[in-house]
DNA sequence: CTGAAAGCGCTAACAA
DNA sequence: TTGTTAGCGCTTTCAG
């Protein structure tokens, strides 16, 4: 491998002096600027930057750890994240928690090993806050996006789930349902709590009756009981509308009523949070709130580099983005008939 | 920061007690490993892997690049790579270069600097060999994933192209089209000239003149210019089945044909290589060939932990993973009128 | 089974 | 403007 010191013998001078070149610090000569150039040209010279990263301290990387790699909104948020960190200098190392915990442990060991400058962190849930300790106990400045954690003092930046929530609910009733079905994430996620809240803020204006058997919760990265849908539609009284608090989880369920051979919307309306990446391009059929999901991973970016930069000498940020309402195809007002027969 | 020296001076051991300690590697007491176990504990110990990279001159950190981080194709690609980097004790870098040369070539920079032990690389183009050269001066043991590109030597896992190909251009021949577009990706993409094989093999077998009329370019992530699309169906003798070279620009000619009132697959037909993520799910609607994405990922992952152990003592490998033909409803036979009228 | 010394490639701090 | 020295946190090598 070629280093500093092999430069530093051709070009006749010392290693800090090809240190300073390579780093444009310190007040050089035109002529031995250029001639040190030269031959790192020649020697097809790399600074080696597990060496600066020993001795600075800082490994200008940062990290960002999401809870499905295969989801639209994480991968869009990606995106953002990567652009930030590459505008900033950083290298950005992925990780992928699966919605586990466990992983996320895992995770959070390897980051803590690498000594990477800082984390964007998407955690898989409240119970996450034992990762965010650790975090905080080594001094890793980090940043919070999508969700939030009970406890925590992090900067984060979240979408306006509550709203959003309302306005979709909002739109069903609008629409003339009144048994809404809400097929949430699990209640340990603060996403899943607010458009929870969302939800209900809508029932509630309208004066309609929350019935708690018309909720049901799943991991927001797979449907794995159809079953709690099944006793949803087998209610007396059913639901004409379903609202999915995530993406998979709608697609998951339009699947299933699918092959139930239930007209979505003529028999049932579904509505989301969160679009649906090619799909909503091939068919634009979804009724969903749109979150603003590069900037989501834009802004986390900006707002951890700052951290890192100015550590406790500023006060915590909670940056909220408005999400956006398309309307599409997949609800309709409710069937006629009073009493469906699915 | 706690160091080994800390756990040292505490444990009334030497340094190198405690980095056998760590590493399990020598022989140690029961006694003096539980000591120095329970300080670490104590002491919140974490090792710094920069410090261990520097010495060891491996970083135990491999690198994906692939070029389109929204395409679902390659977000599970990369699933599967970070599923077989993680059990082999691996961390993954992340990279996306949106099949721009000019990024590919600012990551590569990254990965040399960075010194991780092998790459995994879904090149842009054929123009990419200038990049492996690269890595090859600088002995970074490489594999190639998704894409050839001639004239390198190095490990690769790539698709069925040329026979998924065939065999999607046969089905849209046996459906009745004697007139079959191909929008493919630009031909400085070794899988964009394997598909466009694959179309003239099935042609031709069935006696079907091959029209370069018919056939198209475009980058994979986007579909730039419509008007070249728009000539093909302004032809005096337009295509009635259409073989877009991969999902993104499935998704985009479908949409843009509906925007023009073009009934698909009642006026068109519509095939492509690769599954469209949830669309797929939420709506079986397109007839794809589709390849095993997570197995590229999780092989291509596999081979280079192989190259990085055996170096040159290993012939070069090119593994093909199979892809499968999943008839949906995007083609059906070709509309009987002899001149559409678009 | 345990330790001392040296050094991985680089840069901070101080000198000249 | 350039150089010298020391050391980042760890492991290799050799010695006991």
Same mark, same amino acid.
């Given at each position: 491998?070629?280093?500093?010191?092999?430069?530093?013998?051709?070009?006749?001078? !010392?290693? #800090?002096?090809?240190?300073?070149?390579?780093?444009?610090?310190? =007040?050089?000569?035109?002529?031995?600027?250029?001639?040190?150039?030269?031959?790192?040209?020649? @020697?097809?010279?790399?600074?080696? !930057?597990?060496? =600066?990263?020993?001795?600075?301290?800082?490994?200008? #990387?940062?990290?960002?750890?999401?809870?499905?790699?295969?989801?639209?909104?994480? /991968? &869009?948020?990606?995106?953002?994240?990567?652009?930030?960190?590459?505008?900033?200098?950083?290298?950005?190392?992925?990780?992928? !928690?699966?919605?586990?915990?466990?992983?996320?442990?895992?995770? %959070?060991? #390897?980051?803590?090993? /690498?000594?990477?400058?800082?984390?964007?962190?998407?955690?898989?849930?409240?119970?996450?806050?034992?990762?965010?300790?650790?975090?905080? =106990?080594?001094?890793?400045?980090? %940043?919070?996006?999508?969700?939030?954690?009970?406890?925590?003092?992090?900067?984060?930046?979240?979408?306006?789930?509550?709203?959003?929530?309302?306005?979709? &609910?909002?739109?069903?009733?609008?629409?003339?349902?009144?048994?809404?079905? @809400?097929?949430?994430?699990?209640?340990? $996620?603060? /996403?899943?709590?607010?458009?929870?809240?969302?939800?209900?803020?809508?029932?509630?204006?309208?004066?309609?009756?929350?019935?708690?058997?018309? $909720? $049901?919760?799943?991991?927001?990265?797979?449907?794995?009981?159809?079953?709690?849908?099944?006793?949803?539609?087998?209610?007396?009284?059913?639901? /004409?509308?379903?609202?999915?608090?995530?993406?998979?989880? +709608? $697609?998951?369920?339009?699947?299933?009523? =699918?092959?139930?051979?239930?007209? %979505?919307?003529?028999?049932?309306?579904?509505?989301?949070?969160?679009?649906?990446?090619?799909?909503?391009?091939?068919?634009?059929?979804? &009724?969903? +709130?749109?979150?603003?999901?590069?900037?989501?991973?834009?802004?986390?970016?900006?707002?951890?580099?700052?951290?890192?930069?100015?550590?406790?000498?500023?006060?915590?940020?909670?940056?909220?983005?408005?999400?956006?309402?398309?309307?599409?195809?997949?609800?309709?007002?409710?069937?006629?008939?009073?009493?469906?027969?699915?």
């Amino acid at each position: 491998m070629v280093t500093i010191y092999d430069i530093a013998k051709r070009a006749n001078v !010392s290693a #800090m002096t090809v240190s300073r070149v390579i780093n444009d610090s310190g =007040r050089i000569s035109a002529k031995t600027r250029e001639k040190v150039k030269r031959i790192m040209d020649e @020697l097809n010279y790399v600074p080696n !930057s597990t060496a =600066r990263s020993l001795v600075k301290q800082e490994t200008k #990387m940062l990290s960002l750890l999401i809870t499905d790699i295969t989801n639209p909104f994480f /991968t &869009t948020l990606a995106r953002g994240a990567e652009d930030a960190a590459l505008e900033l200098g950083y290298k950005l190392l992925f990780g992928n !928690s699966d919605e586990k915990l466990a992983k996320e442990r895992e995770y %959070v060991d #390897m980051v803590l090993s /690498t000594r990477v400058d800082g984390l964007l962190f998407a955690p898989a849930s409240d119970a996450s806050i034992e990762h965010l300790n650790m975090l905080d =106990r080594h001094r890793i400045p980090y %940043v919070l996006v999508d969700r939030d954690v009970p406890g925590t003092e992090a900067d984060v930046v979240l979408g306006e789930n509550r709203l959003g929530a309302d306005q979709l &609910t909002d739109y069903l009733i609008g629409l003339g349902h009144r048994r809404i079905a @809400l097929v949430n994430g699990y209640g340990t $996620v603060s /996403t899943a709590r607010e458009r929870y809240g969302g939800y209900c803020d809508a029932l509630a204006r309208h004066g309609i009756h929350y019935d708690e058997s018309l $909720v $049901v919760e799943y991991g927001y990265n797979r449907f794995d009981d159809p079953d709690k849908l099944e006793r949803l539609l087998a209610l007396p009284n059913p639901p /004409t509308a379903l609202f999915a608090a995530n993406n998979v989880l +709608a $697609v998951s369920v339009i699947s299933f009523l =699918r092959d139930k051979g239930i007209g %979505v919307p003529e028999q049932i309306s579904v509505v989301c949070f969160e679009d649906v990446g090619l799909a909503s391009k091939l068919d634009p059929f979804l &009724t969903v +709130a749109v979150q603003p999901a590069y900037d989501f991973g834009y802004k986390g970016i900006h707002l951890l580099a700052e951290r890192i930069r100015l550590k406790d000498e500023m006060e915590r940020r909670i940056i909220r983005l408005p999400s956006a309402m398309i309307v599409r195809k997949s609800a309709a007002a409710p069937p006629k008939t009073s009493t469906p027969d699915f």
